[in-house]
């Protein structure tokens, strides 16, 4: 990953919704402290990956909200997150096509849009950082 601390999501375990969803998300500058945490982890050190699959996956990562990184308020699960993530996204201006590959979405809707490389790794890192990670804590539509 050239040097760029990232989380890989991929098949191994499971299959995934589409082939856009293999992918590496850049970890954005304030949590890079998750590399520290997972050093000193033996085993899965953010997910259970017998836990991954569809529905079952949704439960655990509201699990994992709850018990691990201590969010009480219900109203957060991993899909609201998705939501507010996009309109932390919207907020700094990133282009569809950087945002789009870091949630796992095809590249464009017409054929233009779906030509051509996703973004690359520096270029994910560059528009990540300009979003403030405490800002807009509430999930989109609540």
Same mark, same amino acid.
């Given at each position: 990953?050239?040097?760029?601390?990232?989380?890989?999501?991929?098949?191994?375990?499971?299959?995934?919704?589409?082939?856009?969803?293999?992918?590496?998300?850049?970890?954005?500058?304030?949590?890079?402290?998750?590399?520290?945490?997972?050093?000193?982890?033996?085993?899965?050190?953010?997910? *259970?990956?017998?836990?991954?699959?569809?529905?079952?996956?949704?439960?655990?990562?509201?699990?994992?909200?709850?018990?691990?990184?201590?969010?009480?308020?219900?109203?957060?699960?991993?899909?609201?997150?998705?939501?507010?993530?996009?309109?932390?996204?919207?907020?700094?201006?990133?282009?569809?096509?950087?945002?789009?590959?870091?949630?796992?979405?095809?590249?464009?809707?017409?054929?233009?849009?779906?030509?051509?490389?996703?973004?690359?790794?520096?270029?994910?890192?560059?528009?990540?950082?300009?979003? *403030?990670?405490?800002?807009?804590?509430?999930?989109?539509?609540?």
């Amino acid at each position: 990953s050239f040097g760029v601390p990232v989380i890989r999501i991929h098949d191994r375990y499971g299959s995934l919704k589409n082939r856009y969803a293999e992918r590496d998300i850049p970890l954005h500058p304030h949590c890079l402290e998750l590399l520290d945490y997972a050093r000193k982890r033996s085993g899965p050190w953010l997910f *259970d990956q017998g836990k991954w699959h569809a529905q079952g996956f949704q439960r655990y990562a509201c699990v994992f909200l709850r018990q691990k990184a201590e969010i009480e308020d219900r109203s957060y699960t991993m899909h609201s997150l998705r939501h507010t993530w996009r309109t932390l996204a919207r907020e700094v201006n990133m282009p569809s096509y950087v945002s789009r590959a870091i949630m796992g979405h095809s590249m464009g809707r017409d054929v233009h849009e779906s030509y051509g490389q996703a973004p690359s790794l520096r270029q994910m890192v560059e528009w990540i950082g300009r979003i *403030d990670p405490l800002i807009g804590l509430r999930p989109a539509g609540f």
